[in-house]
Nanobody, 113 residues
């Protein structure tokens, strides 16, 4: 099973992007889906998670600007990002945690004027 993340790109500050992540095969008992990001020279960090029950959690730096959503049955995950700032520049990774922990390959988001 592979996770395919897409939707990254280059935008100006204040712009919007929607990231998507889809699984290529069946993942059993997904408990949590999440987005992480890694900025140049920094460690990978959590951005947002959504549980199988639909409970969401976002880090303070993106609250009010990002929205996470997902569909366990379709094994898809989304991250709607608005009000993007230069500090949001990073490679964004999706992660599905079920009986096995899966990571996507990453999609680059660049926010620059």
């Amino acid at each position: 099973v592979q996770l395919q993340a897409s939707g990254g790109g280059s935008v100006q500050p204040g712009g919007s992007l929607r990231l998507s992540c889809a699984a290529s095969g069946s993942i059993f008992s997904i408990k949590v889906m999440g987005w992480y990001r890694q900025a140049p020279g920094k460690q990978r960090e959590l951005v947002a998670t959504i549980t199988s029950g639909g409970n969401t959690n976002l880090v303070d730096s993106v609250k009010g600007r990002f929205t996470i959503s997902g569909d366990n049955a379709k094994q898809t995950l989304y991250l709607q990002m608005s009000g993007l700032k230069p500090e949001d520049t990073a490679v964004y990774y999706c992660r599905f945690i079920g009986m096995v922990d899966y990571w996507g390959q990453g999609t680059l988001v660049t926010v620059s004027s």
